[in-house]
């Protein structure tokens, strides 16, 4: 009897080295971005001045790579160490912390839908506040210049916004080359040219408004961005789905595994 009771209690090997595998392609990856943000820290010499990661006005888009990579490594260590060494403690910090995400995640997504108008301002403020420090940091000056390629777009809500940054605002104390002008993101592509014109948005902002939108794109990035959106919506909300759907799916196999561990356990504890 204690022979056949054993045997009905068994820990799954697909589960268990399905979320070991799955969890390790994170842990690994995980890795990989805090060592670019690493990386990247150090040449820019951050790594040597700690305190010049609070100096800077905007966003150092090398946060994102610290905080993504860093919350990846912690799951995927919960996860792939407690599967392999069926830990209970590690399964459920890793289905705990993955549900956390999952309600911030659908908290934030509900937010922003019922407070439009207030995520609008404050991706206003956002981009203003970066726009002043576009020149502090490269990384984020790299970051706004694609922004604004690839949405084809100039400041938060048009051109003039690049009055926020001390390089190209049009006062009379400026000193600056690039006075009354914008970054050459802004600028309208010319399929015929093949290298970048980095001077082609000098003084374009001394033109009347009539004229400059032959030489820069004269449409904000908010209003870009919200359109892009609403054209994009199907996929934008299939990506939110898919990944909501994956976590569902590892914390239900997470706690199954925890049941099966717990059972064998009891079964051994009972024979």
């Known amino acids: 009897m204690s022979g056949n009771h054993f045997k009905g209690h068994e820990v799954s090997c697909c589960i268990k080295y399905f979320i070991f595998g799955f969890n390790i392609l994170f842990w690994l990856l995980g890795m990989a971005l805090v060592g670019i943000g690493l990386w990247a820290w150090s040449e820019k010499g951050v790594l040597s001045n700690i305190s010049s990661i609070t100096d800077l006005g905007g966003l150092d888009p090398v946060w994102l790579f610290m905080v993504v990579g860093g919350v990846m490594f912690i799951l995927g260590f919960a996860g792939c160490i407690g599967a392999l060494r069926e830990n209970t403690f590690l399964l459920k910090f890793f289905s705990v912390f993955l549900g956390i995400i999952f309600f911030l995640e659908l908290t934030t997504g509900v937010l922003a839908f019922v407070f439009k108008d207030w995520i609008k301002d404050q991706l206003n403020l956002f981009i203003n506040n970066n726009i002043r420090a576009y020149r502090d940091d490269i990384d984020l000056q790299n970051l706004i210049d694609f922004t604004q390629e690839y949405w084809e777009c100039c400041g938060a809500f048009g051109a003039d916004d690049w009055n926020l940054n001390i390089y190209f605002n049009c006062t009379d ?3 600056s080359r690039e006075k009354c002008g914008v970054p050459f993101s802004c600028c309208t592509k010319d399929p015929a040219e093949d290298v970048i014109n980095t001077q082609c948005g000098y003084d374009i902002r001394a033109k009347p408004d009539s004229e400059q939108k032959d030489y820069i794109n004269v449409k904000g990035c908010v209003p870009q961005f919200e359109r ?12 939110f789905i898919g990944v909501a759907l994956l976590q569902i799916f590892g914390i239900c196999l997470a706690q199954n595994l925890v049941s099966d561990i717990e059972a064998v356990r009891a079964s051994c504890f009972f024979t």
Do not use: R, Y
Request: no cysteine; hydrophobic share 45%.
């Open 228 to 239: 892009w959106l609403q054209d994009n919506l199907t996929l934008v909300a299939g990506i």
């Open 173 to 175: 104390g400026n000193p």
